[in-house]
């Protein structure tokens, strides 16, 4: 396991591997007694950071590119790098997230949806 964030509710967490030879990278969702809820195979790097937004209804996740999911594990928005990011970090209003690299290329703007 290379990263974990607790969701601000307390009544979950997940967690962010490296994966191996044989396996995928996997991100994984579980309740606060450690029973998994659901796991999720589709980064080709391990998943180094993890970053709840203000709200708690989007969790940003740095690997071979950065990942916008929500609160049950939905896939939002796939952002697209030339590098493996290292470090993820939302801003105090949550509609924009910043991202760090080995290359230190820049910042991913997001903007929540609006409905």
């Known amino acids: 396991m290379l990263s974990i964030a607790w969701h601000k509710s307390g009544s979950f967490f997940v967690t962010g591997d490296y994966g191996d030879e044989k396996d995928k990278s996997l991100l994984q ?12 195979d589709i980064s080709k790097g391990e998943y180094r950071n993890l970053s709840w937004n203000p709200e708690g209804s989007r969790l940003a996740t740095a690997s071979d590119a950065l990942r916008i999911w929500d609160n049950k594990g939905n ?3 796939k952002g697209n ?26 910042h991913s703007p997001y ?3 609006r409905n």
């Open 29 to 40: 969702y579980w309740d606060e007694q450690g029973n998994l809820l659901k796991s999720i």
């Open 75 to 77: 896939l939002i928005s």
């Open 111 to 113: 903007f929540r949806d």
């Open 81 to 106: 790098s030339k590098d493996y990011l290292w470090g993820v970090s939302w801003n105090e209003q949550g509609n924009k997230i910043i991202t760090s690299s080995m290359e230190v290329t820049g």
